[in-house]
């Protein structure tokens, strides 16, 4: 059986290890600030900072990306409960 760690592991897009310009901000910090978001109820804007959160824009864009991408239904659909 695979795991829900595992599945969104999968999910995630994996860029270019060597790509010109600043760093990407990892998969799984984005997806850590969009549940943060979530779950304290503020805006993207409201996104601290000093938890190691970046930017709150770059979590609203990854998130839509993911969506646009058709990967929030795949990923997210099979870890919820049956």
């Given amino acids: 059986m695979v795991g829900c760690g595992d599945l969104l592991n999968r999910c995630f897009h994996r860029g270019p290890v060597k ?19 979530l779950h304290i109820g503020n805006g993207w ?14 979590c609203l864009r990854r998130i839509k990306r993911w969506i646009n ?14």
Avoid: H, K, N
């Fill in 19 to 37: 790509a010109p310009g600043p760093r990407p901000m990892p998969d799984r910090q984005c997806l850590q600030g969009i549940l943060y978001v």
């Fill in 69 to 82: 991408a058709g990967l929030s239904t795949i990923c997210f659909g099979s870890c919820l409960p049956s």
């Fill in 45 to 58: 804007e409201g996104l601290p900072q000093e938890l190691g959160f970046r930017s709150g824009m770059t």
